[in-house]
């Protein structure tokens, strides 16, 4: 695990947290939820989750770098007691159908697929509860097809476009790359820098897209 890298990676991506923040503004802050977040990451997304809601949360990844960054992170804010880290795939996580109050899939239903992904994380989740997806913005209205047939209901959606990434995270990102551009920290950041110049090349590919779901009672 190379901190330095994941500590530059976390201060930009909290330029995207206002429109994550957006979308959790349409679950009630009163309650006590149980909360799950499937592909946490280093936990950005996470610690936005127990900042904004009372209640505990299962955070399930399998990125083990990330993780143990994670669990530093936690330690360091005395928040081992609220958030419980899973290193696990999700689709070998277990837990009971309808035990969850809200689930957040950050950038992860993209990864494994939306439609499968969707089912099992819906049957996780309580009747009336709260499903806060963010995809690429592709195949648009097929999910939203899909998702009507799947006892929920779209509260809402709304789309982030290539200049809300740059703007507010590849800008950035691309500065302390070139601030920080040893030998070592280039290596770490190849992944980073192949993105950066696919945005240049192709900025469209980088729509993304919140979907404000709820199950049905």
Known sequence: MNKAYYDIKNQCRKGLLVYLKNALSVIPKEGHYRMLD?????????????EHFKGTITAVDTDKPALDFFRDTLI???????????????????????????????????????ESGFKKA??????????????EYK??????SFMAHQNCSLMDFFILDENIWWNHYYKELAGQIEKNGSSEMLGYFSRDIAEIEHLKNDPVAFRSVYYLVRKNE
């Open 38 to 50: 499937i592909g946490c990451g280093t936990g950005v997304p996470t610690l936005l989750l127990a």
């Open 139 to 144: 195949n648009h209205e097929n999910k939203i």
């Open 122 to 135: 819906i049957a996780f989740l309580k009747p009336g509860g709260y499903f806060i997806i963010h995809d």
């Open 76 to 114: 360091e804010n005395h928040l081992q007691s609220n958030i419980n880290i899973r290193e696990v795939s999700f689709f070998d996580f277990q837990a009971e159908n309808s035990s969850f109050d809200i689930i957040l899939a950050e950038g992860f239903l993209n990864v494994v697929g939306f």
